[in-house]
């Protein structure tokens, strides 16, 4: 559903409780009214989601943030002025009257101001600020049409706007302000150097002991598929008795012995690769494969966002997917 009547139906929906998918720029969220506790509750019910993961909550206006948050920095104020609407994602002290099932009882709320047509007219004609996760089973790949969402929540949800597949394809760039300086929770659709080119200096070390963001769990973003991401696909003898799918960055110069091959980008470019990875993904995990290889990408612009994914897919708790051996903590490629 695509037109101005059907996101009157949805905002209708968002009003009265109910919970609606709809299309962003990135992935496609699943969005409630943010002051509606139940209404989120039932988020976290059909996503399986744990509930000390926090939601973002989508604004249609930039001066809508300050009804959410307890102070803005002029860091945030320069970044939102030049970033939004679009997928960046500001974590602040949050003001009192916010349900704490949204922020997952964190004293913070993460906000952003999508970059959509549909998404900007619901938050609108809903009146309200939609809290919003991606629109997809708990830890699995996002969704970048409205097609992947009816697939796996379709009976679920009360209603999924169309927009067509997502313009970026990697959900937002989330950046925290509360430790004082700006640190980076989460690369995603906007780059760091971007980010850095407005507010200087943005932190990215890991903090220590803990996730900085729950969607930094280390296995998140995968399909079920297992993934192994490094540059095996050079040694095919490994995978001769396999059924395995690769998943090459751009065009690949050689014949290459796999089962599947999905390019992300024949040209290389960054953009349209991270606006094809989770359906590239997704099209490998529904092959039955044995492993999904994915070949690793340089790690700028959007680059990072799409390596964090890819690491995220390929983390494996228990064993290795290709020797069956207990690798244990830590990397193993
Ligand atoms: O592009 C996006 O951000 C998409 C679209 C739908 O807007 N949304 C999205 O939501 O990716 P979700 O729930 O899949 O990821 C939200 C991330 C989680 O990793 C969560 O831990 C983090 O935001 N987050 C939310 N509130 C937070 C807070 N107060 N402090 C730190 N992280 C927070
Ligand atoms: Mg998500």
Redesign the pocket.
Known sequence: MRDAKAIRQAAEIIRKGGIVAFP?E????LGADGYNPLAVARIFEVKGRPSF????V?IAHPAHLEKLVKETPSSVKRLTEKLWPG?L?V?LL?KENIPDIV??G?P???V?M?DHPIALSLIKESSCPIA????NPFGYL?PTTAEHVREQLGDQVDLILDGGPCAIGV??T?I?FLDGKPRL??P??VSLEEVESVIGKVETGPIKDRP?????LPRHYAPRTPVVLGGNEKNPELYKSRNVGFLAFQEPNRDLKFHSVEVLSRKGDMREAAANLFSALRRLDALNLDLILAEPIPEVGLGRAIMDRLRRASHFLDSSPLTGENRGEGEWL
Not at 132 to 135: D, E, H, R
């Open positions: 962003t990135t992935v496609y969220g993961d926090p939601l973002i989508h997928p994602t974590v949050k922020t997952a964190l913070s709320i993460a952003r999508p919003a996760p991606s629109a996002s959900e937002s989330i925290s929770l989460r995603g659709g900085s963001a729950p969607g930094m």
